[in-house]
């Protein structure tokens, strides 16, 4: 039984840090922004895409040339 509360507890706080998180990333305004690699779904794939770096919001796909540019800097 105490295991059944300490996971109501920890789903309890992930629910409130992603509300919190959802929050700050519809508030902010996306001024600074660098193409990054993330993670998509269970880990097993990444992607380009712009990133906030305020936030840590996806917020877009980088062009062919950006994508040519930011895979020569990292050569």
């Not at 998509?40 to 796909?61: A, H, I, K, M, P």
Request: proline share 1%; glycine share 6%.
């Amino acid at each position: 039984m105490a295991t059944n509360r300490k996971v109501e507890k920890l789903l309890s706080q992930k629910n409130k840090i992603e509300r919190e998180l959802r929050e700050i990333r519809e508030n902010c305004n996306h001024t600074q922004r660098t193409i990054k690699q993330v993670t998509l779904g269970e880990g097993c794939q990444t992607s380009t895409r712009w990133v906030c770096d305020n936030c840590t919001q996806v917020v877009g796909y980088p062009t062919k040339n950006e994508l040519k540019k930011f895979l020569g800097s990292t050569i």
